[in-house]
Each structure stands twice: as structure tokens, then as C-alpha cells.
């Protein structure tokens, strides 16, 4: 069974940075794609980065670009979040999760495995 678990969030004003960690339990870590999604209140899930399992690409959310930098760590089965300029509208609770396959999905949907979530709050 793959177990997921965040941490990293909280409190922060704007144009700050935090780094979110998800660390991952159970079946090979270097065979999963990972992503990052993030829920506001009263909004959808939605995608915010991923990164491949095999070489690493990295594919990112237009409202992040730039400012968030999604990384793996295949030797400590985690992946991370390096969230920067962070903005009000950036306020979510934050999931990872996984996918078995190879293709690199941005809907919620193609992901088997999820985390609890983090919560991140900006303050303006």
C-alpha cells in the first residue's frame, strides 16, 4: 500500500516562499509520476505541477510558472514543492499524489494515490 504524507505548509505573507515535502511509502518511489494539486474553499481541485518518473520533465500549472519549482528526491522517496513570490491567491490546501503510469496527467482524476493535504495561507 503507497502512503503519502505532506508537510511544509502554513503561514505566509506575500511574496514569500515555502517548500512543501510529500514523502512516499510503500511500492518503488522512483516509479511513480508525482504531482502537486491544490483545493481553495468553495473551488475544484486543481492541478499545479508534476514531474515524470523516469528523466524528471517538469510540467507546470500557467498560474505558477515561474515562481514554483516541483523536484524529486528518488534515494529519499520524496517530492518537493519550492513555492516563491507567493501570492494571496495561492491560499489552498495543497495534495501530492501518484501515478502508476508513465504518461504525466494533469486531472486529478488519472492519479492513484493521494496525500492528506497541507494547508498554505498568504497573507496580503
Known amino acids: 500500500q503507497v502512503q503519502l504524507v505532506e508537510s511544509g505548509g502554513g503561514l505566509v505573507q506575500a511574496g514569500g516562499s515555502l517548500r512543501l515535502s510529500c514523502a512516499v511509502s510503500?511500492?518503488?518511489?522512483?516509479?511513480?509520476?508525482m504531482g502537486w494539486f491544490r483545493q481553495a474553499p468553495g473551488k475544484e481541485r486543481e492541478f499545479v505541477a508534476a514531474i515524470s518518473r523516469s528523466i524528471g520533465l517538469t510540467y507546470y500549472a500557467d498560474s505558477v510558472k515561474g515562481r514554483f519549482t516541483i523536484s524529486r528526491d528518488n534515494a529519499k522517496n520524496t517530492v518537493y514543492l519550492q513555492m516563491n513570490s507567493l501570492k494571496p491567491e495561492d491560499t489552498a490546501v495543497y495534495y501530492c499524489?501518484?501515478?502508476?503510469?508513465?504518461?504525466?496527467?494533469?486531472?486529478?482524476?488519472?492519479?492513484?494515490?493521494w496525500g492528506q493535504g497541507t494547508q498554505v495561507t498568504v497573507s496580503a
Open positions: 499524489a501518484a501515478d502508476s503510469r508513465l504518461r504525466v496527467a494533469r486531472a486529478a482524476s488519472a492519479y492513484d494515490y
Open positions: 510503500g511500492r518503488t518511489f522512483s516509479s511513480y509520476t
